[in-house]
């Protein structure tokens, strides 16, 4: 079981500690509800540094990575970051990742349950192009979330990435030997500041952070976050068993870029329109959330499975993601989710439940 290095910071919080991916990560600091809620109205502090950071390199990293993830790496210039999804030649998801291009490099930021997955898939395409894989350590990774993060940052720590276009970073001097890269993103639908370093130490970053008064956000807030955004999460709503039309987010593919690894799946389901499933919302009547699996029925008979649920602070209610047969289940539907014998009655809600500031 490996600690993250601002695990003492975390006790001192108070933090509640999980299991994630051979990580203990704090999951809580308080009241879920308070958590969630100064992410939608000020800003929130998360400190990820379980993701794994590949870093690419090489003449041909473009051209190969170009290939195999649904992104149009040939637009990103340096400084600039994208979204995207690593397929099977079937179109089913086999990871999903944030790609930051540097002048001399390119690098993949993942969720460290991913990680290994996703680099041995993209090694087997690895022929005779010029490109080398380097899966580095854990690197510190803190992301500042809500409509004051930006805010809060530059008071703090004094970078100012206000004017800056979503998707892009810009590399800052934290001391004498660590350089932060300082992306300017959105995260469940709020303004973000991403804060990274491969090397570096960013302890004295989240302290500043802490005395500039941003309270400390667990795991469980951030999945509820999540399923409130509408934002599907592999292993989770979306993997090997799903198409990446049938749960891909908004942005997530290009649709202009070219042949890479599943566009062809994608291009037929996209002009020929044969997805039968796609991932919906679910307002759920009740206070249980489903779980993952759950049957999702249409008087009695089964129209899909709940995959992520929640009860969500923002809404009041409990909200629920599902892949669900849209052409069985029409937009007014009375729907019920089975957890374990108990009939849950739900009606499909659009997405995203909350839409944030951004």
């Given at each position: 079981?490996?600690?993250?290095?601002?695990?003492?910071?975390?006790?001192?919080r108070g933090a509640v500690f999980r299991t994630e991916a051979g990580w203990s990560v704090p999951a809580s600091y308080g009241p879920l509800g308070f958590?969630?809620?100064?992410?939608?109205?000020?800003?929130?502090?998360?400190?990820?540094?379980?993701?794994?950071?590949?870093?690419?390199?090489?003449?041909?990293?473009?051209?190969?990575?170009?290939?195999?993830?649904?992104?149009?790496?040939?637009?990103?210039?340096?400084?600039?970051?994208?979204?995207?999804?690593?397929?099977?030649?079937?179109?089913?998801?086999?990871?999903?990742?944030?790609?930051?291009?540097?002048?001399?490099?390119?690098?993949?930021?993942?969720?460290?349950?991913?990680?290994?997955?996703?680099?041995?898939?993209?090694?087997?395409?690895?022929?005779?192009?010029?490109?080398?894989?380097?899966?580095?350590?854990?690197?510190?990774?803190?992301?500042?979330?809500?409509?004051?993060?930006?805010?809060?940052?530059?008071?703090?720590?004094?970078?100012?990435?206000?004017?800056?276009?979503?998707?892009?970073?810009?590399?800052?001097?934290?001391?004498?030997?660590t350089s932060v890269h300082a992306l300017r993103t959105t995260r469940f639908g709020e303004p973000a500041v991403v804060l990274w370093s491969a090397g570096?130490?960013?302890?004295?970053?989240?302290?500043?952070?802490?005395?500039?008064?941003?309270?400390?956000?667990?795991?469980?807030?951030?999945?509820?976050?999540?399923?409130?955004?509408?934002?599907?999460?592999?292993?989770?709503?979306?993997?090997?068993?799903?198409?990446?039309?049938?749960?891909?987010?908004?942005?997530?593919?290009?649709?202009?870029?070219?042949?890479?690894?599943?566009?062809?799946?994608?291009?037929?389901?996209?002009?020929?329109?044969?997805?039968?499933?796609?991932?919906?919302?679910?307002?759920?009547?009740?206070?249980?959330?489903?779980?993952?699996?759950?049957?999702?029925?249409?008087?009695?008979?089964?129209?899909?499975?709940?995959?992520?649920?929640?009860?969500?602070?923002?809404?009041?209610?409990?909200?629920?993601?599902?892949?669900?047969?849209?052409?069985?289940?029409?937009?007014?539907?009375?729907?019920?989710?089975?957890?374990?014998?108990?009939?849950?009655?739900?009606?499909?809600?659009?997405?995203?439940?909350?839409?944030?500031?951004?």
């Open positions: 079981m490996a600690d993250l290095r601002l695990r003492s910071h975390h006790e001192v958590e969630v809620s100064r992410v939608r109205r000020g800003a929130g502090l998360a400190d990820l540094s379980d993701r794994r950071k590949l870093v690419v390199t090489g003449e041909d990293r473009v051209t190969f990575l170009d290939g195999l993830v649904t992104a149009d790496v040939k637009t990103l210039d340096p400084g600039s970051s994208s979204y995207a999804l690593v397929l099977t030649d079937k179109s089913r998801v086999v990871g999903d990742l944030w790609l930051h291009a540097f002048p001399d490099r390119l690098v993949l930021d993942l969720e460290a349950s991913q990680a290994e997955a996703v680099h041995g898939h993209v090694r087997r395409f690895l022929v005779s192009d010029d490109v080398s894989f380097e899966l580095l350590p854990a690197a510190m990774h803190l992301e500042v979330i809500g409509r004051e993060a930006p805010a809060f940052v530059a008071r703090a720590l004094g970078w100012d990435v206000r004017g800056k276009p979503s998707g892009s970073f810009v590399t800052f001097p934290l001391d004498r030997k570096g130490d960013l302890r004295p970053a989240w302290s500043a952070l802490d005395r500039a008064g941003v309270p400390a956000v667990g795991r469980e807030a951030l999945e509820v976050l999540r399923i409130e955004s509408g934002l599907p999460r592999v292993g989770v709503d979306m993997g090997q068993d799903t198409l990446a039309l049938e749960a891909a987010p908004d942005g997530a593919i290009s649709f202009t870029k070219g042949c890479y690894v599943g566009q062809e799946v994608v291009a037929r389901g996209t002009y020929r329109g044969h997805i039968r499933r796609k991932l919906m919302g679910l307002r759920i009547f009740g206070d249980v959330p489903p779980a993952r699996g759950d049957p999702v029925t249409l008087k009695g008979a089964e129209v899909g499975r709940a995959t992520s649920g929640a009860w969500s602070p923002t809404t009041g209610w409990v909200v629920a993601l599902a892949l669900v047969r849209v052409d069985d289940v029409p937009a007014d539907a009375s729907l019920f989710v089975d957890r374990g014998g108990w009939d849950l009655r739900a009606r499909l809600h659009p997405l995203p439940f909350v839409r944030g500031s951004a």
